[in-house]
């Protein structure tokens, strides 16, 4: 997994924008990615997921590209709100493991102005 | 979605004191928990990893003497900071994946924010 860093790297974006959050992840063996949302003073919630079978997946007003090959996933949300301010992080989990250890990202702070 | 609950969302405690902090699956079980530390401006970190009726597996650097977690049903998992000092203050979060899927994906709690005085 990605070591953890001591100050989060920020996107600052301007309400109506679109945003694009990447994540590199390190393991070879992960299948299972995951998109969190972590608002301040809270846990983290569950955005968008992507197995290793697939390189997009849609949500609404989100999509998540995987690309296998550099080990790069990324977070794309459309028509960025204010409310969509917050930390998102990247987690990896792996079959082999059998799910047993989610790792994360060092996390991205999203900022949004209105 | 599934729910997972934490009690208390936050605490405060004076330096040699024990706390515990709960984490309950509400509407579905969980045979396996985790328990994540997180400092201002930093990832979650895995402390442990909390299996039903066995004892809980440790990441490397946490003591288990000083974080004790108990996982007596499918349903709840405590975590007792034993002897807390100012070092301990912290976000504990919790998180539980659902047996009856198998998919992976995990739930969060709410948090538990630690202030040792």
């Known amino acids: 997994g990605e070591s953890v860093g001591l100050h989060l790297p920020t996107l600052s974006v301007q309400e109506g924008d679109n945003s694009i959050i990447n994540c590199a992840y390190s393991?070879?063996?992960?299948?299972?990615f995951i998109w969190y949302k972590q608002e301040s003073g809270k846990g983290p919630q569950f955005i968008i997921d992507?197995?290793?079978?697939?390189d997009k997946r849609q949500g609404q007003r989100v999509t998540v590209l995987l690309n296998k090959t550099v080990k790069h996933l990324s977070l794309q949300i459309a028509a960025t709100q204010p409310g969509d301010s917050a930390v998102y992080f990247c987690?990896?989990?792996?079959?082999?493991?059998?799910?047993?250890?989610?790792?994360f990202g060092k996390g991205t702070m999203l900022l949004v102005s209105p | 979605g599934a729910v997972v609950s934490q009690h208390p969302s936050w605490v405060i405690c004076k330096s040699g004191t024990s706390v515990k902090i709960e984490c309950r699956s509400l509407d579905f079980q969980a045979t396996t928990m985790f328990w994540y530390r997180q400092f201002p401006k930093q990832s979650l970190m895995l402390m442990a990893t909390?299996?039903?009726?066995?004892?809980?597996?440790?990441e490397q650097g946490v003591e288990k003497d000083k974080f004790l977690i108990n996982h007596a049903s499918l349903t709840l998992s405590t975590l007792t900071v034993t002897s807390a000092h100012p070092e301990d203050s912290s976000f504990y979060i919790c998180?539980?994946?659902?047996?009856?899927?198998?998919?992976?994906?995990?739930?969060f709690g709410e948090g538990s924010r630690l202030t040792v005085l």
């Open positions: 998180s539980a994946s659902d047996r009856g899927q198998g998919t992976g994906e995990l739930f």
């Open positions: 393991n070879s063996a992960s299948d299972y």
């Open positions: 909390s299996n039903e009726g066995s004892k809980a597996t440790y």
């Open positions: 992507i197995r290793s079978n697939m």
């Open positions: 987690a990896e989990n792996s079959r082999n493991s059998g799910y047993s250890t989610l790792t």
